[in-house]
């Protein structure tokens, strides 16, 4: 199975800031990687597919780059509904694969 | 809308058989897979397998197979996860999830997730 390591597997940011979240692919998967947002309780959220393409809702200062084994998600102007934890999933390969999780808490 | 909407919470006994749902709504229900996706307690999540209801093919996590069955039927549009003997190890929260899909190309990315239903198994 394809591993997704996730870095940093927890931060403290403010309001305002910016947030990059790393995901990394133990093999190579183009560009078919997707990213979800979760909050306590709740079930996870689609934020992006392909590796960059926002679903729809998605505020704008979601962004997501990357192509082969490295990607981030940046969550630029962080905002109060924001913190939560994000995984990342590889779906190149069977078995699709999550990452391990980011846990982004209030400083 | 598209929903996915889960059963209820569930208590079992380890050795028991159980079945849990996921009704859909909003969409033609066999143009679309339905995956299940497992998170135990404060872990993360773990693909458990998908299922066609257009042809009823079915995959599975080898993590997964031959100790959970997907199923579905048409005519409610609900998709079901059973096991047919629990152990305290299936504690967990299940969600089922809808699978993108692009002129009848479907992917493992997950665009819609039911509520989860939470099953603890303990004796």
């Known amino acids: 199975d394809i591993q997704m390591i996730q870095s940093p597997s927890s931060l403290s940011a403010s309001v305002g800031d910016r947030v990059t979240i790393t995901c990394r692919a133990s093999?190579?998967?183009?560009?078919?990687l997707a990213w979800y947002q979760q909050k306590p309780e709740k079930p996870p959220r689609s934020l992006i597919s392909g590796a960059s393409t926002l679903q729809g809702g998605v505020p704008s200062r979601f962004s997501g780059s990357g192509s082969g084994t490295d990607f981030t998600l940046t969550i630029s102007n962080l905002q109060p509904e924001d913190f939560a934890t994000y995984y990342c999933?590889?779906?190149?390969?069977?078995?699709?694969?999550f990452g391990g999780g980011t846990k982004v808490e209030i400083k | 809308e598209v929903l996915l909407v889960q059963s209820g919470t569930e208590v079992k006994k380890p050795g028991e058989s159980l079945r849990i749902s996921c009704k859909a709504s909003?969409?033609?229900?066999?143009?679309?897979?339905i995956n299940w996706v497992r998170q135990m307690p404060g872990k993360g999540l773990e693909w458990m397998g998908r299922i066609d209801p257009a042809d009823s093919h079915t995959n599975y996590s080898p993590s997964f197979q031959g100790h959970v069955t997907l199923s579905f039927d048409k005519s409610t549009t609900t998709a079901y996860l059973q096991w047919g003997s629990l152990k305290a190890s299936d504690t967990a929260i299940y969600y089922c999830?809808?699978?993108?899909?692009?002129?009848?190309?479907?992917?493992?990315?997950?665009?819609?997730w039911g509520q989860g239903t939470l099953v603890t198994v303990s004796s």
């Open positions: 999933q590889q779906y190149n390969t069977y078995p699709p694969t």
């Open positions: 999830a809808r699978s993108y899909c692009l002129n009848a190309v479907c992917q493992y990315s997950l665009d819609f």
């Open positions: 093999q190579g998967i183009t560009t078919w």
């Open positions: 909003g969409y033609v229900f066999s143009d679309y897979w």
